[in-house]
């Protein structure tokens, strides 16, 4: 099994017991973020529509590429990868 | 004053006027709410105060998200304290019309503000805004024009600056940032691998007013000032179509917030306070432009699709290289609900679009202005434009800036300093 290193962000983090990361097994994001919703049940609905697919406000990277470049919730991750959880909405230019 | 609250765009949970930009509940982005009733009163009223303004945004200051108004002890004093943006000329471009067989083309020429960006207008709202908040460090992800701005306005306003660019930027927006003395960053990756970092970063400094990422909300109000502007230099009228560029599609979807905001109060001609009831002006169409380069909006609209789907940018209209739109879904509701649309356009035709603007206006825009112009000149072609609409093209930002994008495009004659050298056409011909 896989360990990977999850980053939570800011606004999440009182729903996660006030950790700003969460070291969680899974062998793909969609496993991963299960993982961390088993530890957190609050972060589900947080992150999560109710078909399980991401909100569309936030963005997931593995190893800081955004996964909808790479396989989505399937994405597989490595052991030791970092996946960082991000809120979509910053940016100007 | 009117502003209010943050409210969540998506579940409409309420925030304090801090710096916060992200709902807690959803994720949806924070914007800024405004209770105008208790502070409009008479329209007239209002309109003699606003032209009575300084000349900059802050004749605006109703509708701007400051709890203590204007960043100074009043509207005259701010327009002489940092670095006032704002009251850009709006041209009426008749030959450029002429050229597309149109009838009435507009051009708001905001490369005229101090840092020769539109982006003056937002980083003024959102530094205004951090100074009343209590910070001392500003910051941004930039693609250039942002980078410049706010490493501006931290010089004139005492503040310290950390400025963070796709290390591959133009080489005129690195030199025309560092200049003003910020900490500037480059950053090996492209805008959506330095935004991500700034987000990043912003979580871990609290302290720091990262314009676009924690003072979002307060920045994109800025945006807001290029509709009113427009909309007082046409008389307290609307135009019949906007033709804006697209990167996050904030500045799109801001400008037809202004429109619908004064529409409601009623400071447009022809229209009844909302609340009172009344016909109220039809809304501009509003249509957006991107490069082919870095079309996720332009694609999503073509496609149907509510959301966008990032993208990997590769056009020569760098300051619209954002392959991850944060407003892309509002961008793609206003352009649907407007009756306009949004297109995109290859680094030619931007080429060519600088070129069309530069000899029918005397304006130089940079590659986004190119993008605008040509985006412009499809829907003239396409026949989307009818013969009595009033147009308005917003170019964005200075030509100076992006120099590579019109090299090679013509040609210099190099003569003895003779006369008979220079009739007699025996020239050394250059290419530029």
Not at chain 2, 304 to 333: F, M, Q, W
Not at chain 2, 352 to 361: H, N, P
């Amino acid at each position: 099994m896989m360990t990977v290193l999850v980053k939570i962000p800011t606004q999440l983090r009182a729903a996660a017991g006030g950790e700003a990361e969460a070291q969680v097994d899974g062998a793909t994001v969609q496993e991963v973020l299960n993982g961390l919703f088993q530890r957190h049940a609050e972060l589900r609905a947080r992150i999560s529509d109710d078909d399980g697919s991401l909100r569309r406000f936030v963005n997931v990277y593995v190893a800081g590429e955004d996964i909808r470049f790479l396989d989505g919730l399937a994405t597989p991750v490595a052991d030791g990868a970092e996946v960082t959880i991000l809120p979509a909405v910053a940016g100007g230019r | 004053m009117a502003v209010s609250h943050l409210q969540c765009r998506e579940c409409q949970a309420e925030y304090p006027l801090e710096a916060l930009y992200v709902c807690e509940r959803c994720f949806g982005p924070l914007q800024v709410a405004y209770d105008h009733a208790s502070t409009v009163g008479d329209v007239g009223e209002l309109r003699r105060r606003i032209q009575g303004g300084p000349q900059n945004i802050w004749r605006y200051a109703d509708f701007l998200p400051l709890a203590g108004g204007p960043p100074a002890p009043s509207g005259r004093l701010a327009s002489r304290v940092g670095l006032p943006a704002g009251c850009t000329p709006l041209i009426r471009a008749d030959r450029l019309a002429a050229a597309l067989g149109l009838r009435e083309v507009w051009v708001k020429n905001d490369a005229a503000n101090p840092t020769h960006s539109f982006k003056d207008r937002v980083v003024s709202v959102a530094v205004a805004r951090a100074r009343e908040l209590g910070f001392q460090t500003i910051a941004c992800a930039s693609t250039g024009n942002l980078a410049n701005s706010v490493a501006a306005h931290g010089a004139a306003l005492g503040l310290e600056s950390y400025v963070f660019i796709p290390a591959d930027l133009e080489e005129q927006k690195v030199l025309a940032t560092g200049v003003y003395g910020t900490t500037l960053v480059g950053v090996n990756g492209s805008y959506d691998d330095v935004n991500r970092l700034c987000t990043e970063l912003c979580a871990e400094h609290s302290e720091w007013a990262f314009v676009n990422v924690n003072l979002r909300p307060y920045y994109a109000e800025g945006s807001k000032t290029l509709a009113y502007e427009i909309a007082e230099q046409l008389g307290w009228e609307l135009p019949d179509r906007c033709i804006v560029p697209i990167a996050s599609g904030s500045l799109f979807t801001k400008i037809a917030a202004g429109f619908r905001e004064w529409t409601e109060l009623g400071l447009i001609a022809g229209a009844g306070r909302s609340s009172i009831g009344g016909a109220a002006p039809r809304q501009p169409r509003m249509n957006g432009a991107q490069a082919e380069g870095c079309a996720p909006v332009a694609s999503a609209f073509a496609a149907g699709h509510e959301v966008c789907r990032p993208v990997k940018p590769n056009t020569i209209a760098k300051s619209l290289a954002i392959g991850n739109p944060a407003d892309g879904p509002y961008a793609l509701e206003l352009a649907r609900h407007s009756g306009g649309s949004v297109d995109a356009v290859s680094d030619e035709e931007i080429r060519e679009g600088i070129k069309l603007l530069a000899q029918t206006t005397g304006i130089f825009t940079e590659t986004a202005g190119g993008v605008t112009t040509a985006v412009l000149a499809k829907l003239a072609l396409r026949g989307d434009i009818d013969a009595d609409e009033r147009v308005v093209l917003v170019i964005t930002g200075e030509g100076l800036k992006t120099l590579d994008a019109v090299r090679g495009t013509f040609e210099t004659r190099t003569i003895e300093p003779t006369v008979e050298s220079f009739q007699g056409g025996v020239a050394e011909t250059t290419t530029v």
